[in-house]
């Protein structure tokens, strides 16, 4: 049996799956019910400064991207960081931790951008007994207005400055938690190592409005007759997340840095995507939201299969492992020939796919043969975008076959080359090493 | 000896609050909650198998992405757009044999997209709508078309001039237009007065005059309207219905299954309508499936249909058999009617002959059934009554009318199309793309002569 155990930054959780910082973590009778449904850690409902409390919007603070069969796509929201006291708060971690001291508790905090501020709240959380510190400088509504969140996670600067001034006032493990809205992740990522986090955690959710009511012509969700761009979450982000988690786990700047990778993850094959990419730990927000605490049984047992039937002996075994396969666009062979492949057997006569390369790609699918509807590729056209293969409502119906070297691509004329040909190298690069 | 027979032919064999639900939409309409999931799983597929196999090309993958986008009232305009109809074919198609039957959806799943049922959704939600009226009339012609019936096909040929501007006379024998959508189909497949209501929606168009209880009965008729008029249509269906040919088929007691349905479609109370507490049906299509649904319907204590072949022979899609049997209608097959059998006047039984097939000829296989019955219901099929049609001078084939392509008949200005034309397969829907495809002939013939210097 693999094993589902995880260290993380020092962090040992019994199995990889956390509930992000978000109301799923809100208050200890949340999480406990968390714990007992079986997840490995929590990072607290983000904290905020002694005094009174932010104060949320009492209307709609949620709105949803929608699938026809109504399940949800992504997620939007203009919630704020917790609204209850600071000292509740503290209170109800310490009491859950030392209800479940096998479980990793970590705490989100976001205070002003002020020594001061960091150093009044750091000690109070750490003697909670906590296992972790999250800096949330991720939240994209409300509290950036006010200097904090995603204000300062958009200045790689400030991320260095907050970050140095916790691991002064604090010996407890300090994750940085990124901003997607940036224009390139590695940026605040290399600032978060350079002022010497223990780790990253991302994405926070992206900057979105869900849309305008047709009725009305006001945007959605809205408050007394305005709304707000909130933050996007859920499925729908989950390619952005990988992305960026991707970017820092092969950037020579923060190799090594360990990573929470955070972003539509509902099931273990989305935790798996992060994992093989780099993430040593993952954490869930909306589809806990969606579906209640449980879920978490099937993605353990859905991982530990899968561990199983590959002979991976642990998570750890797991990490990292596709992030070889990723590389920069000039490096992929420009030799290689795939074309589209129509199993008829399979086919059900749609004509998606003729349709779609018929009218946007490259005329390369039959309509007829012999005057009947017959779908079918035809190689001196096709170039092997995959586009049909996309379209098409039957798995597997269409796959690509790669042409073995030597084999002629009818559309070229020319037998496939079986050395590797890069842009770098291309002829037809004015750029090519050594032209 | 036994007590002398008596036919148990009677009505109110149901309580009277049980009519209404028996009679009322045996495919129920879909909610907008199911239809939009159903709609959603159209494939907008290219070329669609689905709109070739409608008679009429109703453009399914278009009007079912309209609905899927939330948008009925556009899907109701380009269902109509091909077919003014689309209401009632809605309702009365056999899907499971046209559209539904070659969609993509039923060779994946086995289950097609309920095309029907999301067609009626849209042009549903289109007639119960504040502005149900989405075509007006070209500028007028200054032509004047005479059309002969008003059924589906005389409806949809109407309509479709109308449109372009030309002035319509609709003649019907019958005191209410539509049809056997008034008179013929199956009361629960058009529950809630459907037929009147589209008629209502199609002569809203204007520039339709409705003349009932005309009936085309003499070659000089029709030689009036030929003068009278740029053209005429012919629409009149099969008023006829095929006999027996069988000894005892005058005895009480033995009816027409279309003049029986008939009666109950027009009945302003189902529970005066008499009926047997046993029915045979004879027949094997469309019409002896509704006599007997409908008979179990008003109470009737045991249906059984017989038909002379097997059920791969039935004109009744396997659908309908199928849904004869869940209402509880027997099924009876390779058996032909020899005599009925009758006391003091009325039927009390039939003799049947158990047949087997010579190649392609049936014949007797020597053994004979008696089966007793309080009703028999003749439903072996409607014929045209060629007679006056005849004496008018119009080619006849098989029994019906010859037409050409677009509905020419041998007659210069006279088109036909529906039931009353050779070579058709008697479904609403068909008549429907007679009616519009000859108007679009008229329309061009109508057209070109205007367009003459004379004018
Ligand atoms: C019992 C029964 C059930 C059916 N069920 C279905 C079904 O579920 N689905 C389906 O698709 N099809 C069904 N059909 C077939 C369908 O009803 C017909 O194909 C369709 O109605 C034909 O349309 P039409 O306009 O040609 O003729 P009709 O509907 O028969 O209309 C002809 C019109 O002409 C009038 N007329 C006749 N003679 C004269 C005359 N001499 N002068 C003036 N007017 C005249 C009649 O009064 C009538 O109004 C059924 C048929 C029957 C008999
Ligand atoms: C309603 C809501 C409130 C959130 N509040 C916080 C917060 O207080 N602190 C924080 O760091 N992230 C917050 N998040 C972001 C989540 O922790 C998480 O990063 C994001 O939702 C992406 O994960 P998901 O796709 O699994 O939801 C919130 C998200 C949601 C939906
Ligand atoms: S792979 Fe692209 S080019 Fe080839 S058939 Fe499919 S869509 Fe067309
Ligand atoms: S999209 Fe797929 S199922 Fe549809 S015609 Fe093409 S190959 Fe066949
Ligand atoms: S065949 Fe079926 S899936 Fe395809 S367009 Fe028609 S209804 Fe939609």
Redesign the pocket.
Known sequence: MARLDIDFCGIRSPNPFWLASAPPTDKAYNVERAFEAGWGGVVWKTLAEAGPPVVNVNGPRYGALLAVDRSLIGFNNIELITDRELETNLAEIAAVKRRWPDRAVLVSVMVPCREESWKAILPRVEDTGCDGLELNFGCPHGMSERGMGSAVGQVPEYIQMVTAWCKRYTRLPVIVKLTPNVTDIRFPARAAKAGGADAVSLINTVNSIMGVDPDTLRMSPEVGGKGTHGGYCGPAVRPIALHMVTEIARDPETAGLPISGIGGIGSWRDALEFIALGAGSVQVCTAAMVFGFKIVQEMVSGLAAYLDAKGLASVEALRGRALPSVTEWRYLDLNRVSKAVIHQDLCIQCGRCHIACEDTAHQAITAQRDGRRHFEVKEEECVGCNLCVNVCPVPGCITLRELAPGEIDRRTGQAVSGTALDWTQHPNNPLRSGA | MSEPHRADIRPGRLAPQTYAAHFADHVAPLTEAQALLEANRCLYCFDAPCMQACPTRIDVPSFIRRIAEGNARGAAESILESNPLGGSCAR???TEVLCEQVCVRHTQQGQPVAIGRLQRFAVDALMASAAPQIFTRAPASGRRVAV???????LACAHALARAGHDVAL????PK?????EY???AY?VAGGFAQREVEWLLAIGGITLHSG????SAAQLEALRREYDAVFL?????STQQLGVPGEALEGVLD??QF?GTLRQAEDLGTLPVGRRVLVIGGG??AI?AGVQSKLLGAESVTIVYRRGPQHMRASRHEQELALTQGVGILHWLAPVEVLGEGGSARAVRFARQRLEGERLAPGGEEIVLETDMILKAIG?RLDGR?LAECGLALRDGRIAADEAGRTSIANVWA????IAGGQ??????VAHGLRAARAIDRQLRGRRSRPEQ
């Open positions: 009365d198609c056999p002969v019936g008003a059924g589906p096909a005389g003649f019907d024998a019958k237009a539509g049809g056997l959508n013929g189909v199956a497949k005309w009936r085309l009965a629409g009149v269906g099969l008023a299954a279309v349905i469309m019409t509704d409607q006056v199309g529906g039931d009353c008697d479904l609403t829907v068909e008549a």
